[in-house]
DNA sequence: AAGTGGTCTAGACCACACT
DNA sequence: GTGTGGTCTAGACCACTTC
């Protein structure tokens, strides 16, 4: 583990647990510097972090003071796998396979998820259900090129564990897409709902490398989805 | 300007012009070095910023790549303004001020807001209209005590111009959340549509002090919302 | 005036990708 | 092996806040 993402984690940590307390300041860099034993641009690069994350703001002259996590804060944005989320939150959520199979991407298949055509993708779909209803829809299109094996054991459980765990994997960002879409008969099925709209996340996601290796549709229920984000403005347009 | 602003700044024009285009390197560090005549470290903290704009992704021993832009990215995400938002998309959309007042803060718009209860505020509505419909209705809450004067001129034009250009406020940072609700009755009529749902951004904005000057919610018509992100893997849960 | 974060530099060594 | 980006260090000076 590198000597920032160690000390990001220990002021994480601390900052989770109180001991620097929210609307307070945290050590000064020198204090830091000394706490940790590294030079300063190691401590910077840590706080860099925690200021990207939202946990704290850097003010000059002044010091890093704590951020105070409103009620609404929990990080649903960013590029977190559903089995993650539901982890952090500790809520307790089923998987349900529908389907999985290979495909040969076709043009408007190529399109849509941006892979290139005649290119050989798993499809999954999955439902996750809280509380015994299906809340949300996932279809799932992954590179076979980069995932040569798929199962039904490992879409139950969690991909994203497996390709960065068991395949070595590294997932680097996505672009994502949100609207407001009319449901189709199979979505009211397979929903169990009436729902007129539901909410639409498309999203390409890419390695490291910058290859493509999965692109997804998740549909939400209506009245069980939520966005939350934290953004930094960017004086630099 | 800071140079590694500069430097940003010139390699995303670079990259917008094409003059690197998407799918190829850009210049090495130690050639960037050469180029702009600074240290490494500058270097680096410009291209940082470009792969934090989702621009270029590094890929260790091979170079910095240039991403190619999906149809579907432009910034809607972070913290940008309706207003600049419009310019930037190039859209014609009218603003209309519907109200504005001042008010004091009471336990329940306490909680909502995030403000001092017994604090003064201004409460703006204004709709945005596109092609003479309108599609966005936004309720602003601003802390009277880092804005003073607020007037309908301002309000139709631009409020964070106003607060960046003429008051000089550091914008710097917001906690938003994204739901889906039914709509009110007054909203309805606001809106002139018949919607069952409408798309509801909250957000709190901050200043680089940590002070909070603004609340807002934006009300989207449904069949004209999109959000639009780019995300990074955070290795570091 | 003292303390704090912001910028910039120069140099070292490591990890990884290419050929 | 060579070249690339990744990490880490030590030191300098500036800008801002606070007293």
Known sequence: MKKYQEIYHDLKEK???????????????????????????????????????????????????VLKQEILNFPVSGLTSYQELTNSLQLSSQTQV???????????????????????????????????KVSVVDTDYLAEELVPELTFEIAEKSIYEYLEGQLGLDIAYAQKEITVEPTSREERDLMQCQDDYLVLIKSRV??????????TESK??????????????KHSL
Chains 1, 2 share one sequence.
């Open 220 to 233: 939400h229920k209506i009245d069980k989805f939520r966005f939350v984000d934290f953004a930094r403005r």
């Open 98 to 132: 529908v389907s999985l199979e290979q495909v040969t991407v076709n043009s408007s298949l190529a399109s849509l998820t941006g892979f290139e055509p005649y290119s050989k993708v798993w499809k999954v779909v999955r439902t996750r259900s809280i509380d015994g």
């Open 15 to 65: 900052i989770r647990t109180n001991l620097y307390p929210a609307e307070t300041s945290l050590p000064t860099e020198q204090q830091l510097q000394e706490i940790y034993g590294v030079s300063r641009d190691t401590v910077r690069k840590a706080l860099a972090m925690l200021t990207e994350g939202g946990l704290i703001q850097k003010v000059q002259g002044r010091g890093s003071m």
């Open 206 to 215: 890419y390695l490291g490398d910058t290859r493509q290796f999965q692109y």
